[in-house]
Every structure is written in structure tokens, then in C-alpha cells.
């Protein structure tokens, strides 16, 4: 275990320095430039323990020859590995203990690129974000953001993943900056069956994709100032999303608007249960995506309202799968209010 004035270098990233000080399980290491940077201190991989009785202060400089540095292992690109594909998992400290158990927030890099990412977290009723970690994960590398105590996940209702890829030795192609922002179901930290097993790790997790194949998984972009008038808008009662009839079609190049609500699909809903419902308003956007999967450029808007989100995680879960590739982020406030998805078809 590494220990205050122990010269270390980190497991998961580019970089290392002389342990200052450990408060808990978190080292802060002085780097080359005598700044102070945070890490796990499982992370902390010891190079050079520090001399007897002197832990606090840096090892004073003796006529011995330095040991050598560990050579730098070779970048190995692996095939396929062009194409970004990143996930975001949360992995439990002792699964067989949810209700008590810390939670890791895992950052996968399947790609050749390195990637300079920021990852923030926010409840639902909070005016901004809260940064948990910043900093860059190397090509092919399964990094830990942070480490979630029980009491913390209350907070964390949506999570806020941002990347730029790069390559530091070799010509590249440029990638396009990613943000995205993930709704987070945080009851399903406390429910075993939600853990499911995944390529990239050796026990259950929680695992969200980001990006597959240089593609966003679900980017969520939403204007600051728009956001902040349809709160108004919402507050005063003065604006309400249009109903569309779901006869409602245009012509190419225009916007085609698709209201799921059940009772524009439906004159009678008695009898039938909620997923009954629920399959009828899929099969209706089935039906529109399908009659349009040529039509590249087209635009849909699907309204399903805010409510409980059933209807938008069934839509996203489709987007995601059964019409992975299309553009996906939620139409215009000002247009629609909260509660509508726009498609481009790609």
C-alpha cells in the first residue's frame, strides 16, 4: 500500500508525483510541475518508496546512480479500434451488499484514440452540475472516474459525459467532440437483477453505452436559454404542447409530427392494460420508421409527453437497437415543450 512520501505513478492514466498526503482512500500526488493532483490510492502504483523517517519530505539527492525508469510500453492500435466505442458502467464495491455498497463510475475506452474526457453528475432539482472527474484515458483502458458513497446516489439522477479523441504520436482523423447526457434510474443500484454481466468486465454491472462506432448513443443537447423560458412557460401555464393527429403527415424535407399519445391513437382504451398500450404506441412509431427509412435527411418528431418516461425509455431503448445510426436529441422546447423526440434519418 503506497504511503506519504512514496513516488508513484497512476494504474488508469497518464501521470504520477510524490504522495503529499492521504486523507481516506484518496492520495494527493505532487506532480513534476508542483501541483497537487487527487487519486485512489489503489490506483497509485509505487515506483520509489520514500526514505526511513522521512515520509513527509521529499528524498534528498545522494551520489547514487538513479535507478533506471521504467521504459514506456510500446501503443499497440488494435483492428477496428478507429472507430469510438465508449461505455460508461457503474460497478458495485460488494454486490452481495447493494444497500451498504460503494459504487464505482468506470470509464471504457475501446478505441486507438486517447480520450480527454469530463464527467459530472446532478440531481434532477439542481441548478447546475457537480464534476467528479476530469482528466484523459489512454487508448484501450478501462479507467475509474470515481468511487460513489451509498448516500451520494440520491444525487445522481443524470450523468454528463463529455470527450474530445486524439492521438498524440501519428496523424489521426479528427473525431467530432461528444456530450452526453444520460438519465440515470438510480433505484436500480439497490436491485440485484439489474446487474448484468458485459464483455468489458469480469463481474455484474451497470453499463451504458456512449458511443458505438463513432456514434453518439443517445446525445442529449439542450439550449440553456430555451430550457429556461419553457420552465417559465410551463410555470405560467401559457404554453402546452400542440396535439397532432396521428393521420398528421408531410411531405419530404418537412417535419413529420407524431403524436403517441394513446388517446390520438386509439377511440377506446377500455379493457386494455398499460403495456397493452404501450405495444400499440410502439407499433406506431415501428410504422413510421419504417415507412421512412429511406428517407434520408427526414426529420420526425414523436410527441409521448413527460408522464412517468415510459413511453421516452422505450423509444430510446428502439432508437438504440432495432433504428440504431439515426440523430436523436429532443426537439425544439419552443416548438413543443418538454415531452417530444426529434429523429433525423440517416
Known amino acids: 500500500m503506497a504511503k506519504v512520501g512514496d513516488t508513484v505513478r497512476f494504474l488508469n492514466s ?10 481516506g482512500n484518496i492520495a494527493h500526488v505532487e506532480d513534476s510541475d508542483g501541483f497537487e493532483v487527487p487519486a485512489l490510492l489503489r490506483e497509485c502504483v509505487v515506483v520509489m518508496e520514500a526514505a526511513a ?16 525508469e521504467t521504459p ?16 460508461m458502467a457503474f460497478e458495485p464495491t460488494d454486490i452481495k451488499s447493494l444497500s451498504s455498497s460503494e459504487f464505482d463510475a468506470v470509464l471504457v475506452n475501446d478505441s486507438n484514440y486517447f480520450l480527454s474526457f ?12 457537480t464534476l467528479r472527474r476530469a482528466g484523459t484515458v ?12 451509498p448516500s451520494q446516489l440520491n444525487e445522481i439522477d443524470r450523468t454528463l459525459l463529455q470527450v474530445i479523441a486524439y492521438k498524440d504520436d501519428k496523424a489521426y482523423d479528427c473525431k467530432a467532440p461528444v456530450s452526453v447526457e444520460t438519465k440515470i434510474d438510480n433505484t436500480k443500484f439497490f436491485k440485484l437483477h439489474c446487474f448484468k454481466g458485459n464483455p468489458y468486465f469480469d463481474n455484474p ?7 458505438k462506432d463513432d456514434r453518439p448513443a443517445v446525445p442529449v443537447t439542450i439550449d440553456a436559454s430555451q430550457l429556461q423560458k419553457a420552465m417559465r412557460e410551463k410555470n405560467d401555464g401559457s404554453h402546452a404542447p400542440r396535439k397532432v393527429s396521428k393521420s398528421s ?3 419530404k424535407n418537412e417535419i413529420i409530427e407524431v403524436d403517441l399519445h394513446i388517446t390520438e391513437l386509439l377511440d377506446n382504451t377500455a379493457g386494455l392494460s398499460r403495456a397493452d398500450m404501450l405495444n400499440r404506441q410502439i407499433d406506431e412509431f415501428r410504422k413510421v420508421m419504417d415507412a421512412n427509412l429511406r428517407n434520408h435527411g427526414q426529420k420526425i418528431v414523436f410527441i409521448h409527453g413527460k408522464g412517468e418516461g415510459v413511453l421516452r425509455q422505450a423509444l430510446y431503448k428502439e432508437l438504440n437497437h432495432r433504428y440504431k445510426g439515426h440523430d436523436v436529441s429532443d426537439a425544439s422546447f419552443r416548438e413543443y415543450g418538454f415531452g417530444a423526440t426529434q429523429v433525423v434519418i440517416r
Not at 523517517?53 to 533506471?68: C, F, L, N, R, V
Not at 514506456?72 to 461505455?87: D, H, M, Q, R, Y
Open 72 to 87: 514506456e510500453l510500446p501503443k499497440i492500435e488494435t483492428a477496428g479500434g478507429n472507430s469510438i466505442n465508449i461505455v
Open 205 to 211: 454491472v451497470i453499463a451504458i453505452d456512449i458511443m
Open 14 to 23: 497518464i501521470g504520477g508525483g510524490r504522495i503529499v498526503r492521504i486523507e
Open 249 to 251: 403527415r408531410h411531405t
Open 118 to 129: 469530463t464527467f459530472a453528475t446532478r440531481a434532477d432539482g439542481d441548478a447546475g452540475w
Open 138 to 149: 489512454e487508448p484501450n483502458i478501462v479507467l475509474t472516474m470515481c468511487t460513489l458513497a
Open 53 to 68: 523517517g522521512s515520509e513527509a519530505k521529499p528524498q534528498t539527492k545522494t551520489s547514487e546512480k538513479p535507478k533506471a
